[in-house]
């Protein structure tokens, strides 16, 4: 079992950045490949940026490429995102999420194939 905590969103100005921390809970965070996801009303959970449980692989959407970047401390059992850059099109709440795939190098980028969420932090930016 894993309890996931967002931490670090808010309000910020296009071109503007911030940090979004993930912090785990529970004995098992190092066989997780973690992952971070945005939603907005009315469309589907994205995928958009992920890291395999030793930090050896990371994955990103396109349109977040460049501009953020994903790391863990598995020793602190946490999750972080950079966001630089940032764009108004990045407004949504965004979600942390751990996916249990065998110790894989794997990085699922659907949502469904992840077993673990937190609570979500908001992140506006305005224009």
């Known amino acids: 079992q894993v309890q996931l905590i967002e931490s670090g969103g808010g309000l910020v100005q296009a071109g503007g950045s911030l940090r979004l921390s993930c912090t785990a809970s529970?004995?098992?965070?190092?066989?997780?490949?973690m992952g971070w996801f945005r939603q907005v009303p009315g469309k589907e959970r994205e995928f958009v940026a992920g890291i395999s449980w030793t930090d050896a692989h990371r994955s990103y959407a396109d349109s977040v490429k460049g501009r953020f970047t994903i790391d863990r401390d598995n020793a602190k059992k946490t999750v972080t995102q950079q966001m630089n850059n940032l764009k108004p099109e990045d407004t949504a709440v965004y979600y942390c999420?751990?996916?249990?795939?065998?110790?894989?190098?794997?990085?699922?980028?659907?949502?469904?194939?992840?077993?673990?969420w937190g609570q979500g932090t908001q992140v506006t930016v305005s224009s």
């Open positions: 529970g004995r098992t965070f190092i066989m997780y490949t």
């Open positions: 999420a751990a996916a249990d795939v065998a110790r894989s190098y794997r990085i699922p980028t659907s949502a469904l194939e992840y077993d673990y």
